[in-house]
């Protein structure tokens, strides 16, 4: 099956630094990428969604100077949360969408701690 | 664009008895429309998916119907053992750009 890697799995960082995570398809290229967050107990909200060769399209609310999306390759796009704080924290999951299929895989998310 | 909605947010159910989850959407241009499970800290699983040009599907103890008429689908778990314990997400596509749109979740609990 197409398997999509993300890194790292848990940060930990200091309020206003930035974090930078990686969403890899392994085995399938991927013109398509989306990124989620899910804080405890509450479901997975889209935040953007990541096209190779152009800028991402931000959902309602979601600041894009804060969190940047580059899709520079069909394999890998990045999701920098930049100046982060302390309600940042969260649960952070990409997908890559197998165009073939329409289906999308999951990768298996980013713990992220402000303090 | 897309609106889900899912109940029960809890269920909880005796090992063997079965479980149904249901959602509605909005938008009745939606054709597709899977069912994720999520254990704690882990990355959401498909499960099963439908498409609208059926009704029904079903894998083993796992079966989805779909009401295109009154936009609503449904999961249904026969049987049900400890191990299915976890967070099930329904889900439908937007088709304003293919982003998957997701219910509020179901945490299911099955004692043994």
């Known amino acids: 099956g197409a398997v999509v890697s993300q890194h790292p799995s848990r940060v930990i960082c200091k309020s206003g630094t930035s974090v930078k995570i990686e969403c890899r398809s392994l085995?399938?290229?991927?013109?398509?990428m989306f990124w989620y967050r899910q804080f405890p107990k509450q479901s997975l909200m889209l935040m953007a969604t990541?096209?190779?060769?152009?800028?991402?399209?931000?959902e309602q609310g979601v600041e894009k100077d804060k969190f940047l999306i580059n899709h520079a390759s069909l394999t890998l796009s990045t999701l920098t949360v930049t100046s982060a704080h302390p309600e940042d924290s969260s649960f952070y999951i990409c997908?890559?969408?197998?165009?073939?299929?329409?289906?999308?895989?999951f990768g298996p998310g980013t713990r992220l701690t402000v303090l | 664009g897309e609106n889900v909605e899912q109940h029960p947010s809890t269920l909880s159910v005796q090992e063997g008895d079965s479980a149904v989850i249901k959602c509605t959407y909005s938008d009745s241009a939606s054709n597709y429309f899977p069912w994720y499970k999520q254990e704690l800290g882990k990355r959401p699983q498909l499960i099963i998916d439908i498409r609208s040009n059926v009704g029904e599907k079903k894998d083993q103890r796992i079966a989805v119907t779909l009401n295109k008429t009154a936009k609503h689908f449904s999961l249904h778990i026969t049987e049900t053992q400890p191990e299915d314990s976890a967070v099930y997400f329904c889900a439908a596509i937007d088709n304003q750009g293919g982003k998957l749109i997701f219910g509020q979740g179901t945490e299911l609990s099955v004692k043994p």
């Open positions: 997908s890559a969408l197998l165009s073939s299929y329409n289906e999308q895989f």
């Open positions: 990541s096209n190779e060769g152009s800028k991402a399209t931000y």
């Open positions: 085995d399938f290229q991927a013109t398509t």
